[in-house]
């Protein structure tokens, strides 16, 4: 069974920094590409990050030199690297999967079909 498990998110003052994960079990991620996406309340799920399973990452413009995406094939998980946070950085992040063997991933939700629960990240003085 396919499942997707993130962790990491907590409470962090502005500019400081979270380290997300998000655990891959059911699959081998090495062949899928991986998106991060977010959701603050009232607003549509964005996407954030995406990784494809050859390596390429993209990033949201309004996070763009300040999260990193990477991934461990040994530990089958993608991270999210969160510097400089910002308060409207504050949502429910997700991580999902796109169908096995994508050449390329994008910022689409409509492109991933496996979502994980959601860990809740809070930027706040």
């Known amino acids: 069974q396919v499942q997707l498990v993130e962790s990491g998110g907590g409470l962090v003052q502005p500019g400081g920094s979270l380290r997300l994960s998000c655990a891959a079990s059911?699959?081998?991620?090495?062949?899928?590409?991986i998106g991060w996406f977010r959701q603050a309340p009232g607003k549509e799920r964005e996407g954030v990050s995406c990784?494809?399973?050859?390596?390429?990452?993209y990033y949201a413009d309004s996070v763009k030199g300040r999260f990193t995406i990477s991934r461990d094939n040994a530990k089958n998980t993608i991270y999210l690297h969160m510097n400089s946070l910002k308060p409207e950085d504050t949502a429910v992040y997700y991580c999902?999967?796109?169908?096995?063997?994508?050449?390329?991933?994008?910022?689409?939700?409509?492109?991933?079909?496996?979502w994980g629960q959601g860990t809740q990240v809070t930027v706040s003085s």
């Open positions: 999902a999967a796109a169908p096995r063997s994508s050449i390329t991933c994008g910022l689409f939700r409509t492109e991933y079909v496996d």
């Open positions: 059911g699959f081998t991620l090495t062949y899928n590409g």
């Open positions: 990784i494809s399973m050859f390596g390429s990452t």
